[in-house]
């Protein structure tokens, strides 16, 4: 899908999972290269004992690396979320947020290892942090990355 980082803001922001867990991406740079994003603590999305839930937790991440990356690398790649693991560190309460980044050293490699049509499995380590600017929790994502074959 082509789009500008302003539009997917918007589409994300308003994608239904979204709205009901409280995730908000506020940030898309221009160059598709970073997304921030927050969740508040609320009412409909605080668990039993009163902290954030830990599947809207991993929502705020989730699937970021893949519309970045496939943004990045164009439509000659398949970009597939493979895996996913989360760490809970601490209670998260009232804001929390996250940075995903992709630096041009992690875009070469994928580039790299893909040449030739292989799969390539990258993993990125995302944090979610209080507003505090302590961590909540790690998530760990593999991405699936192959070039498409051509026709």
Do not use: C
């Amino acid at each position: 899908m082509k789009t500008t980082p302003r539009l997917l803001k918007r589409l994300l922001n308003i994608y239904p999972p979204y709205l009901g867990a409280g995730v908000r991406v506020t940030t898309i740079s221009d160059d598709w290269k970073e997304l921030h994003v927050t969740m508040l603590l609320r009412w409909y999305n605080r668990n039993f004992v009163g902290t954030h839930f830990g599947g809207s937790l991993y929502s705020m991440i989730d699937p970021h690396l893949m519309l970045l990356l496939m943004q990045l690398l164009g439509k000659e790649y398949m970009v597939w979320d493979k895996a996913a693991e989360i760490e809970f560190i601490k209670p998260g309460q009232g804001k929390v947020t996250s940075t995903i980044r992709i630096s041009d050293d992690v875009l070469e490699e994928i580039r790299q290892n893909t040449a030739n049509g292989e799969k390539y499995f990258p993993t990125f380590i995302v944090e979610i942090k209080d507003a505090d600017g302590e961590l909540v929790a790690k998530v760990k994502k593999t991405i699936y990355v192959r070039k498409k074959r051509r026709a």
